[in-house]
């Protein structure tokens, strides 16, 4: 029994607030923070870097984390690489795959600017990029990524769920796409994962980058990098750590992910995203899926019978509901909301291609997690409501 009344217990803010931006940042549960807190309070010290307890145990609890995190993605240790978020983890693909003048790359008018710049920064080394269309809905066919395929396609790199849409991709059909055709593929989870199951053998993807701070529930400041073949992967960083023998003429890299973590990590981060992780399978992510898909579904569809009222994407949808109030700006909407208690996003949502595309310079966001309520969403129909009248 999906019991959201005792799980708002372990978010305090929600009694002051409702809080409708999950897409950009989730609150954290008291079980993770206190996670963190042990390890300042009780045994803090680097990680790998000593033979006394405390480091003994630091170093256990870090990889420990690790070990919870790959079995959540059904992925092998050495292939998850911790990051301190997934706009670093798709730069460290970008930059660490060999590339080679004419090699393509296929992404989407969907995407984050994460999974955007990185590519269109290869264009002066002479990497094509191709960036193809959605319908209006935000949904994208894979035959339209067929299309674009020519025989120097290296990489499709494709988000799994539209921030701005709440669309959902087809990754398995995107995936034999392009393993048929010699390509690899990566997959941005920032909006997927702990908020639906993600299995990366089932997805068959060769790079999934995802966030700690957003669906799992984990600190700001984490993210992961699953690679299908770590030895394909350039490791971009170099230093402290990461090395089997350093003289002073050369070195050797020690095996994945440890070559791709050099220097001291985010070792509190990484701890709480572990303690996330375990919160989120107790929790059950198929009851989050099915509670959040709901809610967001609910929201989308009454805002779309408002008058003055548009709302974007399909009604099949993932946690994000973007619309926009006839006439208003989107953060004048958002500060309204605000006034009422309400925290939902407002603006580009780092995603200008897919507002171009639509010809809107922003929209506002309301985004769910495991922790909102139907009263919830009540309520932000209720002001939206209010606010249409005065435009009547």
């Not at 170093?59 to 993605?73: L, M």
């Not at 700001?220 to 402290?240: A, F, I, M, N, W």
């Not at 001291?264 to 009851?287: Q, S």
């Not at 009263?375 to 606010?387: P, R």
Request: net charge negative; with cysteine.
């Amino acid at each position: 029994m999906y019991d959201v009344v005792q799980l708002r217990k372990d978010f305090p803010v929600l009694d002051r607030v409702i809080y409708l931006d999950s897409a950009a940042t989730s609150q954290t549960p008291r079980p993770v923070v206190e996670a963190m807190n042990e390890y300042f309070f009780e045994y803090a010290s680097n990680y790998g870097r000593g033979a006394y307890k405390l480091a003994r145990t630091t170093t256990e609890r870090y990889d420990g984390a690790r070990r919870k995190v790959a079995k959540f993605i059904g992925a092998k240790e050495c292939q998850t690489i911790f990051t301190k978020n997934t706009t670093e983890a798709i730069n460290m693909v970008a930059l660490g795959m060999k590339w080679s003048k004419g090699d393509h790359i296929i992404t989407s008018i969907l995407e984050h600017h994460s999974n955007l710049l990185p590519w269109l920064r290869l264009r002066p080394k002479g990497v094509e990029v191709s960036v193809i269309e959605s319908d209006r809905q935000g949904i994208l066919s894979p035959g339209s990524i067929e299309d674009a395929m020519t025989e120097r396609t290296k990489l499709i790199a494709i988000t799994h769920i539209s921030n701005v849409f709440g669309s959902i991709l087809n990754i398995q059909e995107i995936a034999k796409l392009a393993h048929e055709n010699g390509a690899a593929l990566l997959v941005d989870g920032a909006q997927s994962l702990g908020h639906m199951p993600v299995d990366v053998e089932k997805l068959d993807c060769d790079f999934l980058a995802f966030p700690g701070h957003k669906g799992l529930l984990g600190p700001p400041g984490t993210g992961v990098l699953y690679v299908k073949h770590p030895d394909q992967l350039e490791p971009v960083y170099s230093g402290g750590g990461g090395t089997k023998s350093v003289t002073r003429n050369s070195f050797e890299l020690d095996e994945s992910p440890a070559c791709f973590e050099p220097g001291t990590p985010n070792i509190p981060g990484v701890i709480g995203l572990g303690a996330a992780v375990e919160y989120v399978e107790n929790v059950g992510v198929t009851d989050i899926e099915h509670h959040v898909t709901s809610l967001a579904r609910d929201a989308a569809s009454r805002l779309a019978e408002l008058p003055n009222v548009e709302v974007y994407g399909p009604l099949k949808r993932a946690g994000v509901v973007s619309f926009n109030v006839a006439s208003m700006d989107s953060h004048d909407v958002s500060m309204v909301l605000d006034e009422h208690g309400i925290c939902a996003r407002s603006g580009h949502h780092c995603a200008m291609p897919a507002h171009q595309f639509l010809g809107i310079p922003g929209s506002v966001r309301a985004s769910f997690a495991l922790y909102n309520t139907q009263e919830e969403v009540d309520a932000l129909v209720d002001v939206i409501k209010d606010i249409t009248r005065t435009l009547t």
